[in-house]
C-alpha cells in the first residue's frame, strides 16, 4: 500500500463518526419534507437570491426552488446561453397567471476580474441582497495538480478563494437588507482538508499530491473564512448578515456517470438542495448561530466540523492570507462597514 493510499484510509477511520451520517443519510433524513415543501409557507416576494453554480446539480434545484416560491432569482453563472434557456423551460412549467422572476447574469469564477465585473453590474442595480449561495464548486478526482491563471490550485481557486471575493465584494448589497444570509455549500469532504500552504499555491511533487485531499483542504479553508467573516461582522454589530456553512450530503453530482449508479446512499440533485434552502429561510437557523456563524449537516441540523475549523486563531489565519491573495488591504472589511 503505498502511502498516498495510506494516509487516505487513515483520515477515513479517523473521521469514520462524521462519514457515517452521509453513508446513513437517506436514513437520518426520510423524515424530512422536500425541498419544494420547505418554501410552501414562505413569502418570499421582493426577495433578491444570488445562486452561483445554478445551470446543474444542487444549484439548479435550488435556483429553481426559490423562483417557484416567488423570490427574485439571479442565475449568476459562465454558461450564459444554457442559463436562458433553463429559465425559459421553468416560466413552461408555471401557469400564464405565475410570472417568475428570473434574471441570468454572467460570472466565471476562475477569473477574478469576472467576478468583480458582477459584483459591479449587480451594485449598480442599487439593490439589496437577502441571500447569497455559494454553490458553485469544483470535484476533479484523480487528477494532477492544476493551477488556474490567478496562480491558485484549481480546488482553492473555486472553492474558497472566488467564493470569499464575491462574498466581499457583495457584502454592501448584503447590509442593505433587514435580514442577510451567505451560504456556502459546503461537504463533509473537508475532514480530509488541511490548512497548509501546499493546497493553495505551491507546486509539490507528484507522487505526494492527493486530489480529494486538494478538494478537502479548499472546503476546509471556506468554512475557516465564512466564520471568520461571520465574526468580525458579529463585533461591528453587522449581525444581520448571518454566515452558514452547510453539507449536502453526498449528492450524485461532479461524478463519472458509472460511479454515480454506485453510490446507493447518495441524495439526487433535488434532495440534495433541501439543507441549503433550509439555511437559507428557516427561523430556526438564527437560534443556532455562534457570533453569526453555524454549521449544517444534510439533516437540517447543526453539524460537527473538523477540529480545525474550531479554532478562532486559525480561522482568522485563514482570513489573512485570504486578503492577501486577493490584494485586499487588511482594513478592507473596516472601509467597507464604515461606508454603510
Not at 442593505?176 to 511533487?205: C, L, M, T
Not at 485563514?318 to 467597507?336: A, G, M, P
Request: hydrophobic share 45%; charged share 20%.
Amino acid at each position: 500500500m503505498d502511502l498516498k493510499t495510506l494516509k487516505i484510509t487513515w483520515t477515513f477511520i479517523s473521521s469514520w463518526n462524521y462519514w457515517k451520517e452521509t453513508l446513513l443519510q437517506k436514513i437520518f433524513t426520510y423524515y424530512l419534507p422536500t425541498a419544494s415543501a420547505l418554501l410552501e409557507t414562505k413569502n418570499l416576494s421582493g426577495f433578491n437570491v444570488i445562486v452561483t453554480g445554478s445551470t446543474g446539480g444542487i444549484g439548479l434545484h435550488i435556483a429553481k426552488e426559490f423562483a417557484m416560491a416567488g423570490a427574485n432569482v439571479i442565475m449568476a453563472c459562465r454558461n450564459v446561453k444554457a442559463a436562458e434557456v433553463i429559465a425559459s423551460a421553468w416560466r413552461e412549467e408555471v401557469s400564464n397567471s405565475k410570472n417568475l422572476n428570473v434574471e441570468v447574469m454572467e460570472l466565471d469564477l476562475i477569473s477574478f476580474s469576472s467576478i468583480r465585473r458582477f459584483a459591479d453590474e449587480w451594485k449598480q442595480k442599487a439593490k439589496p441582497l437577502h441571500i447569497l449561495i455559494n454553490n458553485a464548486g469544483i470535484l476533479k478526482i484523480e487528477e494532477s495538480q492544476k493551477f488556474t491563471g490567478e496562480g491558485l490550485e484549481q480546488h482553492m481557486h473555486v472553492n474558497h478563494i472566488a467564493s470569499a471575493l464575491l462574498s466581499l465584494l457583495l457584502l454592501p448589497s448584503l447590509l442593505k437588507a433587514p435580514s442577510a444570509r451567505i451560504i456556502n455549500v459546503n461537504s463533509v469532504g473537508h475532514f480530509f482538508g488541511v490548512v497548509e500552504p501546499q493546497y493553495w499555491d505551491s507546486r509539490i511533487e507528484e507522487s505526494k499530491f492527493i486530489s480529494f485531499e486538494a478538494y478537502g483542504s479548499s472546503k476546509l479553508v471556506q468554512i475557516m473564512f465564512l466564520k471568520a467573516l461571520a465574526s468580525k461582522l458579529f463585533d461591528n454589530n453587522k449581525a444581520s448578515v448571518q454566515c452558514i456553512a452547510v453539507n449536502p450530503g453526498a449528492v450524485r453530482t461532479n461524478l463519472t456517470p458509472e460511479k454515480k449508479d454506485k453510490l446507493f446512499f447518495a441524495f439526487s440533485p433535488a434532495q440534495g438542495a433541501r439543507s441549503a434552502i433550509f439555511c437559507a429561510t428557516s427561523d430556526s437557523v438564527a437560534d443556532n448561530l455562534d457570533k453569526g456563524f453555524a454549521y449544517y449537516s444534510c439533516s437540517c441540523r447543526p453539524g460537527k466540523m473538523a477540529a480545525k475549523a474550531e479554532d478562532m486563531d486559525s480561522c482568522l489565519e485563514v482570513w489573512q492570507k485570504t486578503l492577501d491573495i486577493l490584494e485586499l488591504k487588511d482594513d478592507y472589511l473596516s472601509q467597507v462597514l464604515d461606508s454603510q
